[in-house]
């Protein structure tokens, strides 16, 4: 996990700290796989670029930078969202 993440391992904290919704969402944040083309938060194109500097990246700059903001009440919907971006 040394590959450009070190500067979210405060939000990595705080997900910690809601167990309900850090399974989830931790899952949606490591990079575990090929990543998305587009978010699965607000379905917004990722760039190019961002995906290759971010391997297995799933969201947008904005969501991502947001989403330290946003963990408690998106668990849910973020959910549903990514169901639907999968098709
Ligand atoms: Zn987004």
Known sequence: MANGWAHDGAVL???EDTVT???STARARLPSGPGTEDCVACGEDIPEARRKALPGVTT???CQSGRDKR???AGINRRGSKDSQLR
């Open 13 to 15: 904290d705080q997900i």
């Open 21 to 23: 919704d850090g399974v």
């Open 60 to 62: 947008c700059v904005a």
């Open 71 to 73: 963990i408690v009440v």
